[in-house]
């Protein structure tokens, strides 16, 4: 990429999407291309395909997305697998038909099976069930994983494809109802602290093991990737590190500063008891994270709620 090269990133109210904006235009890239859901609805085939003709970017970051978490997931399995496969289908399509020189479509690490050996190895994919609570989505982003790979054997297309770990960061969403793991422990607990609550509930029982990501370091991997990636077959983004729920709870909660206990409801779901990336193929490419979890926590819980 050229620093003037035209670059979309489909998504960029997002998590993900607006970080990569940030980190695209702190190096130095000064055509970058945004639209809002209000003014291109990915879903719709047409307004796809128009907004590449009128715009003919040259770099795609596909960060678009419906997504959330283990509840959201399974309560809403059909909305997710029929929304992520149309923005993904139209925008890699499109992007292929308008001669696109690289597209980076963003994945999830929900695409490995439930029960596969640690740390998960990118040819793991497809080897085994996927965890049921959030099937629908998963299959959705191993559809968007195939087609990169199928437009690239079929049509030669540079599109590349790469699995996040557990995502945090700004810009993240504190729906309770459908968010991730750490900003519904930020929360619960700053609601706790706040409210004086004697305790705070978290869902499960503690024990699975997950991995995290600042959604800061996620961008800088995904530029890094456009800039000097482009062989077949996705490629694991994410800190090689894990820790237990309950531990991330303690963390967050010493972070927070509440001091009532914690309170594990073990009638709630414990999802994938263990799901830690194998960065092997990332580092050997050159690129390792740079933020502490506790570090980015911190920095998130300040941004947010202090």
Not at 91 to 96: A, D, M, N
Not at 186 to 205: D, I, M, Y
Request: charged share 20%; proline share 3%; glycine share 8%.
């Amino acid at each position: 990429m050229l620093f003037d090269s035209k670059i979309y990133v489909a998504g960029h109210r997002g998590m993900v999407g607006s970080a990569i904006v940030q980190n695209l235009e702190e190096k130095g890239y000064v055509n970058i291309i945004t639209r809002t859901s209000e003014e291109l609805d990915l879903t719709n085939q047409l307004a796809v395909k128009t907004f590449f003709e009128v715009e003919k970017p040259e770099y795609v970051f596909l960060a678009a997305a419906k997504v959330g978490g283990i509840v959201a997931n399974d309560t809403y399995s059909a909305d997710f697998i029929y929304e992520n496969i149309l923005i993904q289908t139209h925008v890699i399509h499109e992007s292929y038909k308008n001669k696109v020189k690289k597209l980076l479509f963003l994945g999830s690490s929900c695409i490995y099976p439930k029960v596969a050996p640690q740390p998960l190895k990118e040819e793991y994919l497809l080897t085994g069930k996927l965890e049921e609570t959030n099937e629908s989505y998963a299959i959705a982003k191993i559809a968007g994983i195939k087609m990169c790979e199928a437009y690239r054997k079929q049509y030669g297309c540079s599109f590349i494809a790469a699995m996040p770990t557990n995502l945090y960061g700004f810009n993240d969403n504190y729906n309770l109802q459908n968010s991730h793991v750490i900003p519904a422990l930020l929360r619960k607990f700053h609601e706790a602290k706040s409210s004086e609550s004697p305790e705070v509930v978290v869902w499960g029982t503690g024990t699975p093991f997950r991995e995290f990501l600042h959604a800061s370091d996620m961008a800088d991997a995904c530029v890094y990737l456009m800039q000097s990636y482009d062989d077949g077959g996705f490629v694991n983004v994410g800190s090689g590190c894990e820790i237990s729920i309950g531990d991330l709870a303690n963390m967050v909660k010493e972070i927070v500063d509440f001091q009532g206990e914690i309170i594990f409801d073990t009638s709630k779901p414990d999802g994938t008891a263990r799901k830690l990336m194998d960065m092997t193929k990332l580092h050997a490419l050159g690129w390792k994270h740079s933020i502490s979890l506790r570090e980015g926590i911190q920095k998130v819980y300040l941004q947010k709620f202090l």
